[in-house]
């Protein structure tokens, strides 16, 4: 049977003109992505960022993204695919948080994309049997943390990642810059698929999309949004991988750089990350235990064995918002919105509630911190 709900997530991907950030204005004060095809005009153009021409626009491809989401649900549930649309609560957690994260991802696989640890390994295709040693190397540390393992599943650190998560027997996610049909390079299909009971494959793409150049960029940020920490291995000066480490600090997110030889061409890029301050030198797992102050947090949590809020003292709604403030501290109104998965309308109420309340306190510009 079809999602009704998915189709008309998928659907909302399928209207020209409507982007990630729109989607969740829509979403957010529409109420859901149905409400979204069905308010009339003059709900639509109250609605920051939406005018006339929108509004015409979506009437105009309504039927066709309908019909074509439809297929689409419906070969997901043949093929074991997962539709994640942001506000499921499988979606990534921390790649919700930047702002040009997909609407929706296409799953498969058996991971928990919030498991409570998670690294992103990237680095040239060109490795060399140093790289391939540090690699191993770093994988093997990381096991005693539990951490799931991020890559693209390309050549060279990519792979050599994967494989070596799979030995160690941590989970490792594959993120394409293809459909979820379509394993690129066709050569790793057999750790692609010993992937899917031990990680996972991740993309954007819908199903049929070839992996074309603009693509990689994109699965990039991908790679470093859902990630507490990106380790480049090893990188020539002009390199995607260069660049996914700037999408990284662009998201605030964590870089570490392995330093390399400095007559190697591949360490060319790690030795400048260090250089100019842009990547902490990664030499020992204890520097990234540090770095992410794993040590303190797993003091901190054997220490403390009772939940901050008592769930019996909140409504459904009221602990949707905690969760998202416990985390963030202090959010806008339009963001919570959407991490919570509330209406703007329905969230005022929780969000006045909650300041009766003396948990969070309303501060200017609409943004709201926890006390």
């Known amino acids: 049977m079809v999602d009704e709900q998915n ?3 998928a659907a909302l991907t399928r209207l020209p003109g409507v982007g990630a950030q729109l989607t969740r204005q829509l979403v957010s004060y529409c109420g859901s992505p149905k409400a979204v095809f069905q308010a009339p005009p003059g709900k639509l153009l109250k609605i920051p960022g939406v005018g006339p021409k929108l509004v015409k626009s979506i009437a105009e491809h309504a039927r066709t ?5 439809e297929e689409c649900v419906k070969r997901a549930t043949e ?5 994640l649309f942001y506000t499921s609560p499988k979606y990534p957690d921390r790649l919700k948080q930047v702002p040009d994260a997909p609407t929706m991802l296409y799953y498969r696989g058996n991971a928990n994309l919030n498991q409570r640890r998670i690294v992103s390994m990237v680095g040239t295709r060109q490795i060399s049997a140093y790289g391939q040693t540090v690699t191993e190397r770093i994988v093997e540390e990381l096991k005693a943390y539990n ?5 693209g599943l390309a050549y060279g650190v990519d792979v050599v990642a994967h494989r070596a998560a799979l030995q160690a027997g941590l989970p490792t996610i594959g993120v394409m810059a293809s459909g979820p049909d379509i394993v690129y390079p066709a050569v790793h299909r057999k750790y692609a698929e010993r992937m899917l009971t031990q990680g996972g494959l991740l993309t954007e793409n819908t199903f049929g999309t070839k992996p074309d150049a603009p693509r990689f960029p994109a699965r990039n940020r991908i790679i470093a949004g859902m990630s507490d920490c990106t380790i480049v291995v090893e990188a020539a000066m002009k390199s995607g991988t260069l660049i996914t480490a700037d999408i990284a600090h662009s998201y605030d997110k964590e870089v570490m750089a392995v330093p390399g030889n400095i007559t190697s061409p591949v360490s060319e890029g790690t030795n400048y990350l260090i250089k100019s301050l842009k990547a902490v030198a990664y030499t020992s797992v ?3 235990v540090e770095l992410l102050n794993w040590d303190l947090e797993d003091e901190a949590a ?3 064995t009772v939940a ?3 769930p019996a003292d909140y409504s459904e709604d009221e602990l949707k918002v905690l969760s998202v403030l416990k985390q963030t501290r202090e959010e806008h109104i339009d963001n919570l919105s959407w991490k919570a998965q509330l209406p703007v309308s329905l969230l005022a109420s929780v969000l006045l509630g909650l300041e009766f309340k003396g948990i969070i306190k309303a501060m200017p510009g609409k943004r709201f911190q926890l006390i």
């Open 7 to 9: 189709i008309y997530e």
């Open 65 to 69: 993204a309908l019909v074509q989401a």
């Open 79 to 83: 093929e074991g695919v997962q539709l």
């Open 147 to 151: 951490v799931m393992i991020v890559s």
């Open 286 to 288: 204890q520097d990234l």
């Open 302 to 304: 054997a220490k403390t």
């Open 308 to 310: 901050a809020f008592n």
